[in-house]
């Protein structure tokens, strides 16, 4: 039976949730994904969403960035109704997403890349890069490099460097350990767990599951485009290997 985590039972109750999603349905073309999904991201907490392949966590992290409207239900960010709103508006609210694929700019350099923030108001070069190289100092020695000839670790600590010049409340990750070494995925969620104790919400949707349960504050189960359970990691160790039939959990 599914287990719903509503913004009463979240445990900082004075402040609202970073996230929070009530019978969301949505759809590509005359195809329904989402069928009625809700939970809520606690502020400052690592929520993990997980599932098999085709349960529609992709497509919920396109419905929290904005780049696809439900069809039916509400979402808040942070106490705020933002049902279908544009992702410029999302981004203006601290929403911050980073793609499967990582969403960066292979022809350009470490630098230029890094540098494509500073449309944000108020942002230096100088700031971005020096706040990009200070939390992953590997950058700062690729300086000059093209971001398509880096490793995969090395693209996706570009990637989440540019996420956080924008200063994210909430940041929604989707695979970041696609392709990489054990090591690196270590050192990526060892990130991951700072970011939330900064006060950073995160909702992260990982295909290991024991490696995104292992930092996780809160964890939902999804299936077939349903949350089946949602609890802390304890709480769903058994339903995760039964929706992963015993492959990847």
């Known amino acids: 039976m599914a287990t719903t985590m509503t913004a009463a039972t979240s445990p900082r109750t004075k402040t609202p949730p970073a996230l929070e999603l009530r019978d969301v349905r949505a759809s590509y073309g005359r195809i329904e994904v989402l069928h009625g999904v809700s939970f809520v991201v606690p502020p400052g907490t690592v929520f993990a969403l997980l599932g098999p392949n085709g349960a529609g966590k992709s497509t919920v992290l396109k419905v929290a960035s904005g780049r696809l409207t439900p069809t039916e239900g509400c979402m808040h960010i942070a106490g705020t109704h933002l049902n279908g709103a544009p992702a410029q508006k999302l981004v203006r609210a601290g929403v911050c997403s980073i793609p499967e694929g990582r969403g960066i700019f292979p022809n350009l350099t470490v630098i230029e890349n890094i540098r494509?923030?500073?449309?944000?108001?108020?942002?230096?070069?100088?700031?971005?890069?020096?706040?990009?190289?200070?939390?992953?100092?590997?950058?700062?020695?690729?300086?000059?490099?093209l971001a398509g000839?880096?490793?995969?670790?090395?693209?996706?600590?570009?990637?989440?460097?540019?996420?956080?010049?924008?200063?994210?409340?909430?940041?929604?990750?989707?695979?970041?350990?696609?392709?990489?070494?054990?090591?690196?995925?270590?050192?990526?969620?060892?990130l991951v767990g700072q970011l939330a104790a900064e006060g950073i919400s995160i909702l992260v949707v990982e295909q290991f599951a024991r490696t995104a349960l292992a930092i996780a504050d809160y964890a939902a189960i999804m299936v077939h485009g349903r949350i089946t359970r949602v609890g802390q990691p304890e709480d769903v160790t058994d339903e995760v290997s039964a929706a992963y039939l015993g492959a990847g959990a």
């Open 116 to 145: 494509m923030m500073t449309y944000r108001g108020g942002l230096s070069a100088g700031d971005v890069e020096d706040q990009a190289y200070a939390r992953f100092p590997k950058l700062g020695q690729r300086r000059t490099q």
């Open 149 to 190: 000839t880096m490793s995969g670790g090395e693209q996706q600590m570009l990637a989440m460097a540019r996420a956080l010049t924008t200063d994210p409340s909430l940041l929604l990750l989707d695979e970041i350990s696609m392709g990489l070494a054990p090591l690196i995925v270590a050192e990526l969620y060892e």
